[in-house]
């Protein structure tokens, strides 16, 4: 049980850690804007979290009560899945790409609104969702939905922390980007590296 917890942490670091559009937005939002606004982005993006944990929560822990077989093919389309990201961020550019020149200020609440949004209708988030979470279920006897909800609230903690550390050290981050081109590189193979290493758990 622990050691499934503390992989899903640390997973969940690295893909947090890994340049995507999120992050991204989170670091040109906080250099244009400032750090609070940062922050805002990132509440409207964890609140969409949320929203995908439930679905996934009631959705596949009513899979697995019903159907063991059917639960076992998502499991297959799930480690199918993150191969596909893994191959995708293999053949993407490493190269960390920061532009904020046509980006507007608005609101506090603005942009925690265009990070819920942003987040919660992204059809991706909820395919990773389903890809990631069923194959850290760490208990045959606590119940599917609370474990779910349990790897939820760790996602979105460590992912908060992440990126408000991002936010509040934007114009650190952005100017070690700039000056340090490689860090592109690394992040790349930690998120290869950690699509893959979930793949082959579950295959195996």
């Known amino acids: 049980m622990t050691e499934t917890l503390i992989s899903f942490v640390f997973a969940t670091a690295i893909l947090a850690f890994s340049p995507g559009p999120d992050n991204i937005f989170v670091l040109t939002q906080s250099i244009v ?18 929203v995908h944990t439930s679905l ?10 019903e159907n063991e077989s059917l639960f076992f093919i998502i499991k297959l389309l799930g480690a199918s899945y993150l191969l596909f990201l893994a191959f995708k961020v293999y053949k993407s550019d490493a190269k960390i790409v920061l532009s904020n020149s046509n980006i507007q200020k608005e609101s506090v609440f603005q942009l925690f609104k265009k990070g819920f949004i942003m987040n919660v209708l992204n059809p991706k988030v909820a395919l990773f969702f389903l890809a990631f979470f069923p194959q850290f279920l760490f208990s045959k006897t606590i119940s599917n939905v609370i474990q779910f909800y349990t790897l939820g609230a760790l996602f ?11 936010a509040i050290l934007a114009g650190s981050i952005s100017t070690y980007i700039k000056e340090h081109t490689k860090v592109g590189v690394y992040l790349k193979w ?3 590296i950690v699509f ?8 195996l």
């Open 56 to 65: 996934v929560a009631f959705g596949v822990s009513a899979i697995i009560k």
């Open 156 to 166: 979105i903690a460590i992912s908060f922390l992440v990126f408000s550390l991002i």
């Open 33 to 50: 804007n400032g750090t609070k606004y940062g922050i805002a982005t990132v509440l409207g993006l964890m609140s969409g979290c949320l």
């Open 196 to 203: 893959t290493f979930i793949a082959i758990m579950i295959l």
């Open 190 to 192: 930690g998120q290869i």
